[in-house]
């Protein structure tokens, strides 16, 4: 049986990048502090509890894809606003999809305070999927091609780019389905 994903219309295609409509769907998220290559490690023993029954009810749900990451959004502080914790490191929000049968009305309330359920609004995105290794580097490069394909198609884009895994961490690196997602404006 194939992991269940959030339903989206394929809306227009731009060589290597989709423009995707996604319906609403519902999220376990949690915020962690870190770098860009440990914020998943961290999050994922977290939202995993969260799915495998560490919820009121002890209700167990299926593992869905992708699990996304992308930087926490900025918090005002007195003087200025704050993206870093004060060790300097980062802060991400690494989401769980929860399975389409689920709405934030039905969804167990988590034991852990620290993961938070929120409905994720119909959104349209901009998509690169490339295969590989979870790098910096990796990344950093399709961000790029995925930035220029949108501003050669005068397309504009919002927020924070998103991190999308598909695959678990045990299936080969050169197997693995990723995706960066740009919110479109």
Excluded: C
Excluded at 32 to 57: C, D, M, Q, R
Excluded at 144 to 163: D, I, R, Y
């Amino acid at each position: 049986m194939a992991t269940e994903e959030p339903a989206f219309e394929l809306v227009r295609q731009l060589g290597a990048v989709e423009i995707r409509q996604y319906a609403p769907y519902v999220v376990a998220e949690v915020e962690v502090t870190g770098t860009s290559e440990t914020a998943g490690n961290t999050a994922f023993p977290i939202l995993a509890g969260y799915i495998f029954g560490k919820n009121k009810g002890e209700r167990k749900m299926a593992m869905t894809a992708p699990v996304t990451q992308t930087a926490a959004p900025m918090k005002m502080a007195m003087t200025a606003p704050v993206t870093q914790t004060a060790s300097g490191e980062d802060r991400f929000v690494v989401q769980f999809v929860l399975p389409a049968s689920v709405s934030l009305a039905t969804a167990p309330e988590p034991l852990d305070a620290r993961v938070k359920l929120r409905e994720v609004p119909a959104t349209k995105v901009a998509v690169i999927r490339y295969r590989g290794t979870w790098s910096q580097a990796n990344y950093d490069e399709h961000l790029g091609q995925l930035q220029k394909a949108l501003t050669e198609a005068q397309m504009a884009w919002a927020g924070e780019p998103v991190f999308s895994r598909y695959d678990p961490p045990l299936m080969p690196w050169f197997l693995r389905r990723n995706e960066i997602w740009l919110t479109l404006s």
